[in-house]
């Protein structure tokens, strides 16, 4: 996008602050972007500019002569509306194209969004059905196992990276889910990221990789983790992505020109995960933090998808805890009960001295 796109984002916020005012530029928006008032206009400015010239002294004075520029004000007058005019038709045009990219993007995310509420609810229909079919017998952590927050994360990054694919024609960016996890025997609290959607669809150098919450302080996403903020974080070019040091201090291999991470905070738990969007192209999503932040909004239902199934996980796990204590303890009764049955099988036989006598 081209910085004009700027000041229209200005003049939006402007005009819902203003309803009056913003109905007047509204209309005046929709006339400027006419194919049929831009070509009046340009037959207009043509006209009175060869008029003016037509009235215009050139042959008096020399161009080096003071007197030469005293008739000729309206000319300067109408050339300047005419570069404003054209400034202004560019803005208007620069804004329809991101306007038209953030519109294909949003259409592609609602479908698909739908799409992967369709999937969890069959996924979870299957579960239920399969618990309920064995009904005699106490679940375990297999008949869970068929949806994880792990399954989900990686469809929302593919289904992103899809949705930028579709709407920009390109393909030059990466989405990527970080999450935290605790080891068990230290405690220390660590992040890795467990999913991605990319073009080639190879692993990236930092999958699996853990970075510790407590000790690399360096990386921009350990940052973002440690900071507990439920914003999102826009870095709009490659001189900001090296100064927040995305990718450590000691990095100077990725050529990532855009930047953007989506906590998915929870309510008592803070940030459990970060969406990632990577870029290596120029401007993909736009040139202004305004703008970007305007083309991500629409992957906020993603972010919801992730939470709302990151307490799902959490309950599954508790629900595999409880059932996994009530099948040890429903074992530990029947061996119990087994013992008991034999050793009274056998009681007597070995002590005649206290069995009954007949």
């Not at 201090?249 to 929870?266: D, L």
């Amino acid at each position: 996008m081209k910085k004009p796109s700027k000041v229209i984002f200005k003049i939006e916020r402007f005009a819902n602050n203003y309803k009056k005012l913003g109905s007047v530029l509204y209309y005046l928006y929709k006339l400027l972007k006419s194919s049929y008032f831009r070509i009046f206009v340009n037959f207009l400015f043509t006209f009175v500019f060869a008029f003016q010239m037509q009235l215009t002294d050139f042959k008096t004075y020399n161009i080096y002569e003071k007197e030469f520029y005293q008739d000729k004000l309206h000319i300067l007058v109408t050339f300047v509306f005419i570069i404003i005019y054209n400034w202004v038709t560019i803005m208007i045009d620069n804004y329809q194209e991101y306007k038209g990219r953030r519109v294909k993007c949003l259409r592609e995310v609602i479908n698909r969004e739908a799409v992967i509420n369709q999937t969890i609810s069959r996924k979870l229909n299957n579960i239920t059905k399969s618990v309920c079919v064995k009904a005699v017998q106490i679940p375990t952590k297999a008949d869970f196992s068929t949806l994880s927050y792990q399954d989900i994360a990686s469809l929302v990054c593919h289904n992103i990276y899809d949705a930028i694919k579709i709407s920009t024609e390109k393909d030059t960016h990466q989405v990527s889910l970080m999450h935290r996890f605790k080891e068990k025997k230290t405690g220390r609290e660590y992040i890795k990221m467990i999913s991605y959607g990319n073009a080639n669809q190879i692993s990236p150098s930092i999958f699996d990789k853990h970075f510790y919450l407590d000790s690399d302080l360096n990386y921009y996403h350990v940052k973002i983790f440690n900071e507990q903020q439920n914003e999102i974080y826009i870095l709009k070019n490659a001189g900001e992505i090296k100064k927040e040091f995305v990718y450590g201090k000691k990095c100077t291999e990725k050529n990532i020109e855009q930047y953007i991470a989506i906590p998915v905070f929870c309510e008592n738990e803070g940030t459990v995960s970060l969406l990632q969007i990577e870029i290596s192209e120029t401007q993909l999503l736009g040139g202004t933090t305004e703008e970007i932040r305007e083309f991500v909004k629409p992957f906020m239902a993603y972010v919801h998808i992730l939470m709302v199934n990151y307490y799902r996980d959490e309950l599954f796990n508790v629900l595999i805890k409880k059932f996994d204590i009530l099948k040890k303890s429903k074992d530990r009764r029947k061996s119990y009960l087994e013992g008991m049955s034999k050793y009274e099988q056998h009681y007597g036989e070995n002590n005649s001295s206290i069995a009954p006598r007949d």
